[in-house]
């Protein structure tokens, strides 16, 4: 059994682990310390922030820049609709079942396998890798904690399951809080100004919106109405109806830029819940894209989130196994997809490498 193959089959069997340990957004202690233990085991550098590992290959050189390896450890909670036990990491027929074993958890121990793979060897960066938590509900306690921890990379690889296409752009996210104020009344008389009947008419605008400026990547940002509550009793004209928007927000916008584009269009009060989830774009110019290029890896704009909205540095977004699969029933990873990753992360990298030393 060669490097590749031995370093391939530890970690499937630690994402087999992983899978049988619960590790639900802001809980996921267990899984962290199994990732901590294989990685004592490896004799490999790290530290751990919260619930977030991160690995150091050797040597360290403060003088050379950084790529980060990063995917998330964390998993949404399994849905009514599992026939199979989504902890037990069974393998049938070359597929590895389990909850996170396609989101994201083919991604992480197939970006671990590479890094072990190199991390001895000489390269013309350093190379970090990070298991981050929270990364489901974009928590604060993710990602976000451990970039107060390391110097600024020149590139981050983010594994998400994305049939290792490269998604070198990303939609970001603002979920908005919308108010519109009427005026309360009898329903049994013609009194008051009902705050449905204006929404509707918001709603009505929501429907058919078009943001202006379109992203080459990413196409059109998009809103769509998803919750709407007013009322109290049948016989009283509401004087408030409140509504969210979910926003998908393209590389050709600011989370800032597209709320003024909404505010100018709808009467409500907009409130955004959050401006930290914002697009991403790797530049044009970013030797990435000449190292994909080279390993004719096919690229594209991603519509899904990721902790790319919370890495303000280069980056782009490719992994093993299929998004369709992430948060569905019996989720799955084809062990083939893992041991292809392994391999397409190393010469990705290699051939970074190579162009960085040109």
């Known amino acids: 059994m060669d490097n590749f193959e031995l370093v391939t089959e530890e970690c499937i069997q630690l994402l087999q ?118 990364e489901e509900i974009s928590g604060k306690k993710g990602i976000a904690m451990v970039l107060e921890h390391l110097p600024e990379p020149e590139l981050v690889i983010v594994g998400e399951p994305t049939q290792m296409k490269m998604a070198l752009a990303e939609k970001g996210l603002m979920v908005l809080d919308a108010e519109v104020f009427g005026k309360p009344g009898h329903a049994a008389r013609n009194e008051g100004i009902n705050a449905i009947y204006l929404a509707l008419d918001d709603l009505e605008k929501v429907k058919n919106f078009e943001f202006k400026k379109i992203s080459p990547y990413l196409g059109k940002s998009k809103v769509t109405a998803t919750i709407i509550q007013a009322g109290s009793q049948h016989n009283v004209v509401p004087d408030l109806c409140s509504y969210t928007l979910d926003v998908r927000v393209t590389d050709a916008y600011t989370l800032e830029e597209a709320l003024e584009e909404l505010e100018n269009s709808l009467s409500a009060k907009l409130i955004p819940r959050s401006l930290r989830l914002r697009s991403s774009k790797t530049p044009d110019d970013h030797p990435i894209i000449r190292a994909s290029a080279k390993c004719g890896m096919e690229t594209f704009g991603s519509p899904t989130l990721s902790d790319q909205a919370l890495i303000p540095y280069p980056s782009v977004k490719i992994g093993p196994g299929d998004s369709a699969r992430s948060h569905s029933a019996d989720e799955f990873i084809y062990v083939r997809e893992i041991e292809k990753a392994v391999v397409d992360y190393v010469v990705l990298l290699e051939k970074y490498a190579q162009i960085k030393s040109e």
Request: hydrophobic share 40%; glycine share 6%; aromatic share 12%.
């Open 17 to 134: 682990e992983l899978i049988s340990i619960p590790s639900f957004s802001k809980k996921e202690e267990e899984t962290a310390t199994a990732i901590s233990k294989f990685l004592v085991k490896k004799e490999v550098d790290f530290e751990r922030f919260g619930n977030n590992i991160v690995a150091y290959a050797k040597p360290f050189d403060t003088n050379k820049p950084t790529v980060w390896l990063n995917s998330h450890h964390d998993t949404v909670k399994p849905n009514k609709a599992y026939t199979r036990d989504p902890f037990s990491p069974d393998i049938e027929e070359g597929k590895l079942f389990g909850l996170g074993s396609n989101d994201a958890g083919g991604p992480l121990v197939s970006l671990l396998g590479a890094f072990l793979i190199l991390r001895e060897k000489e390269l013309p960066f350093n190379l970090v890798y990070i298991a981050s938590a929270e």
